[in-house]
């Protein structure tokens, strides 16, 4: 009799017991929640550093890509204000510039077999177009309207071998005549072998042109080698306009015009 009152208590233990355990590992309980939040702070530990590092280096890339975006948006926005001191203050003689006025353009035809010859502007003679009026890009010549129609024209840009411009040095005066190679290249021609033209000297319009008015700045010399040929040296010039990337241009036409 004893002995079987003693199995029963010890199989009501052992129910106890596995029940209270069941108990303690179920979800929602404050001692299961207790024993998670003590286990996430020890992982924690060795975590922190890497997820500190991490951080850091993103944050440094971050950081520094946008001092990379800023600063060349800097150096952009300084050539620009360089371009316009040179066209507004440092140049005096481009007031003779005053009475004219600027005509926007869009370039909607760019022939690839002429592609460093002529383009085509969505301008024409009822816009106040003229055939010889300038082009510009930023302040800078890109070429000459040669061909004129009622809803469109075609202008002849400096890398043409058709466009010959004539020019002014303007630290030494020296007058030489630009023309195109159809390459992309453009060329100063006419310069005597004696003369010694230095890189970065800048060029513009000359007043002896018959064809564009005076004072219209180019670009300036190159610093690759110029040949000698004749007797004349032949300079390369930088122009001031991309040329190689054009889509919209200033027509240069007198105020007042029709």
């Known amino acids: ?124 003679s009822r816009d106040g177009i003229e055939e010889g009026m300038p082009a510009l890009q930023r302040g800078f010549l890109v070429g000459r309207v040669s061909r004129v129609y009622p809803d469109h024209s075609w202008v002849d840009i400096l890398t043409s071998t058709l466009l010959f411009v004539p020019v002014v040095i303007d630290e030494t005066r020296d007058l030489g005549v630009l023309t195109g190679d159809g390459r992309g290249g453009i060329n100063l021609l006419y310069i005597p072998e004696y003369k010694d033209l230095r890189p970065g000297m800048r060029i513009s319009t000359a007043l002896v042109s018959d064809i564009l008015p005076a004072g219209i700045p180019v670009g300036e010399i190159s610093e690759k080698e110029p040949d000698i040929e004749g007797g004349f040296r032949v300079y390369y010039i930088s122009p001031g306009a991309d040329i190689s990337v054009l889509d919209s241009l200033l027509i240069m036409t007198e105020r007042g015009r029709p």
Do not use: C
């Open 1 to 124: 009799m004893l002995k079987g009152v003693t199995s029963a208590w010890l199989h009501g233990l052992a129910a106890t017991s596995i029940g209270l355990l069941f108990l303690a590992v179920s979800p929602g309980l404050p001692v299961v929640d207790r024993a998670v939040e003590v286990t996430a702070v020890v992982l924690d530990i060795p975590e922190r550093p890497a997820l500190w590092v991490r951080h850091l280096v993103s944050e440094s890339a971050s950081w520094v890509g946008g001092v990379r975006r800023f600063q060349e948006r800097v150096r952009s926005l300084e050539l620009e204000n360089a371009r316009l001191r040179a066209t507004l203050e440092e140049r005096p003689e481009l007031r003779v510039t005053q009475g004219y006025g600027l005509i926007p353009a869009r370039i909607d035809v760019r022939p690839p077999a002429l592609w460093w010859n002529e383009i085509r502007i969505d301008k024409g």
